[in-house]
Structure formats: structure tokens, C-alpha cells
């Protein structure tokens, strides 16, 4: 028997895999713990099961999947985060301008791939810009991936919440290392972090330093384990960091400029791509057949409730002349 891994994208993605029973007794904890904070968007049923999964080997599960689920949804109340969608932020067309993210593309299981040029980042306009502003644009930044994913889902028919990310670190050096700059940076990952926790499939960081490791090794800390497995660190050979994308993204979705044959523009947040997105149907409500591991959960719920009511219900009173009458027929 061969250990050989299965290629990516040959199996059904992770988020796919069915709610086993903690995950469902946790699911319908949190369902019913929240209820007073919850909104359609904020407890989605994906959002719901990240939390369920994404803290899963801590040491006091239930005790921090409830917190950390609960300051999400505070969170997104107190900040308004369920209307950022609605609305292009402050200084969206500068923030594109500063910082250089985007959403382009799709990996072998048809999850959306992130890329960043952290090395075209300028310290000081960025520091000028603001960090509220910044914050700002990567909340919508993340809102529009979330909201992605839920299109991608329903032309999967089954459940997307991960994605790959991809950081170039071209011209990255020690005007980046200033205390300000990583100090923002660690804002936004905290960001990621704390609210949009298992979001993260693979990360892929291309043309990294000796410079750009030495501030590794101070905000890698800040990361979460899991995570940090998910982190592949590459050096300046193209022809090999390409390979390695290449086992989760097909050339063809790779951008031109790291060696793939993509050549259609690189969008920042607030583009026409995302005007045609459904921002407000979940996508375990859309197939009756959908695969989203709640959707699966819920018609075995259905089907147990039927039984049972079907056990319980009275059976129809035999009608005993009718019945007599069939027999005095029959023994004539």
C-alpha cells in the first residue's frame, strides 16, 4: 500500500468533509449561545464551521471557540462590517494605489488565489496614507473574498472557504523593516487572525531575503501554528517557485509576471468583478443536493425528525364493517 499523496485538486476539498458529531454538537452550541447577536451575514453557515474547525486543537476547546466566535460577532457589530460590502470605503482608489493585493485567479479546486507585492510597498506613503484607512480596505478586501468564495461555492455545489495566498517580496529591504511599517502589518494579520480564522489554504512567499527572514522570525510568533504550516518559504529561482505553485494553481491562472500565462489586469478592491456577486444568499440555502457539510447535517436532521414523526403518529382507526362485509363477500 503506497503512502503517496493524492495530487491537489484529485479530491473533494477539506471544507467538504462532513460535520463529524463534535463539530455538530459544537455548530449548534455556538447557533445557540449567539442567537442574540447573530445576523444572516455575520453567522453564515461556513463562517460558523470555521470557528468550529479552526479551533479544534486548542487546549480548552468550547471555552475558546465561544470566545473567540463571540468577539467576532461583536466585532462585526460594533464596526458595521456586514455594510462594508455595501459601500466602497474612504480612499479605496488610493488604497489600491498603496497597497498592491489582489484577487486573481483560481486554484485547482476552483478557490480563489490571493496575490501580494509586499516589496512595491512604500513605508512612508502607506504610514501617510493611514492605518484606520488601510484596516479600512482590507476589511472590503476580505469581505469581497468571502463573498467570492460563496459564488464559488454555488458553482461547485460544494463548500469553499479557503483560498491560496501568494506574497512576492520583490524589492522588499530595510526601509520595510522600520518598526512603524511591521507594526502595520502585524495589525492586518491580526485582523485575519482573529476574524476570518481557517481561511487560509496555502501560502506561498516568492523572492524572500535574508532581510525579509530576519522580520520573519520576529512576527512569525504572532502567527497561529496551524497556520504557519501552511507557510511555504521560497527564494529567487522563478523556474522553481513556479513549480511549486503549480501543484495548486494551473499556469493558466498563474499571473505573467511570476512565469504563469495569465495576462489579464491585476484589480484591486472595489472592481466591477464583484458588482454581479449575490452578497446576501449564504451558500448552504441555494441545492436541495448541495454538499456543504451543514446543508448535509440539516437533511439528516430533517430525515430523523420525519421518522420519528412518522413513528409517532397515530395510525388510521380500522374501519371493522367495512372490513366484514369484505369477508362475508369473499365466503359467498
Known amino acids: 500500500m503506497s503512502d503517496k499523496k493524492a495530487p491537489y485538486g484529485s479530491e473533494p476539498p477539506l471544507e467538504a468533509k462532513e460535520l463529524d ?20 451575514t455575520t453567522t453564515s453557515d461556513d463562517t460558523v464551521i470555521r470557528y468550529v474547525r479552526g479551533y479544534a486543537r486548542e487546549k480548552e476547546v468550547e471555552k475558546t471557540t ?17 455594510e462594508v460590502i455595501l459601500k ?17 485567479g483560481r486554484d485547482k479546486l476552483l478557490r480563489p488565489v490571493c ?13 501617510k496614507f493611514g492605518v484606520d484607512k488601510l484596516e479600512a480596505g482590507h476589511i472590503r478586501f476580505m469581505e469581497e473574498l468571502t463573498k467570492l468564495k460563496w459564488q464559488m461555492t454555488r458553482e461547485k455545489n460544494s463548500l469553499l472557504y479557503k483560498h491560496v495566498h501568494v506574497i512576492d517580496l520583490t524589492g522588499f529591504g530595510w526601509k520595510h523593516m522600520g518598526s ?17 480564522p481557517e481561511t487560509l489554504q496555502k501560502l506561498f512567499i516568492l523572492n524572500s531575503s535574508m532581510t525579509f527572514r530576519g522580520l520573519w522570525s520576529i512576527v512569525s510568533p504572532w502567527v497561529h501554528p496551524l497556520t504557519r504550516a501552511r507557510i511555504t518559504m521560497l527564494g529567487y529561482d522563478q523556474k522553481y517557485n513556479l513549480k511549486q505553485m503549480q501543484e495548486f494553481i494551473d499556469i ?17 478592491i472595489c472592481h466591477l468583478q464583484f458588482e454581479d456577486i449575490d452578497y446576501k444568499t449564504e451558500p ?36 371493522t364493517e367495512s372490513k366484514a362485509a369484505e369477508e362475508q363477500a369473499a365466503a359467498n
Request: net charge positive; charged share 35%.
Open 284 to 319: 448552504a440555502t441555494w441545492k436541495p443536493d448541495s454538499k456543504d457539510p451543514r446543508a448535509i447535517y440539516l437533511r439528516e436532521q430533517a430525515k430523523k425528525s420525519g421518522d420519528a414523526a412518522a413513528e409517532e403518529a397515530p395510525k388510521p382507526a380500522e374501519n
Open 115 to 127: 496575490y501580494e507585492q509586499l516589496g512595491l510597498l512604500e513605508p512612508n506613503d502607506l504610514i
Open 252 to 268: 493558466k491562472e498563474i499571473p505573467e509576471y511570476l512565469g504563469g500565462q495569465n495576462r489579464a489586469p491585476m484589480k484591486g
Open 88 to 104: 466602497k470605503p474612504e480612499g479605496w482608489e488610493e488604497y489600491n494605489k498603496h497597497y498592491k493585493a489582489f484577487i486573481y
Open 66 to 82: 465561544h470566545e473567540r466566535y463571540t468577539a467576532m460577532l461583536k466585532w462585526r457589530e460594533e464596526n458595521k462590517i456586514d
Open 21 to 40: 458529531e463534535r463539530e455538530k454538537k459544537m455548530f449548534d452550541a455556538l447557533r445557540k449561545a449567539n442567537e442574540k447577536l447573530s445576523t444572516n
Open 180 to 196: 512603524k511599517f511591521y507594526g502595520t502589518i502585524k495589525k492586518i494579520m491580526g485582523i485575519d487572525s482573529q476574524f476570518y
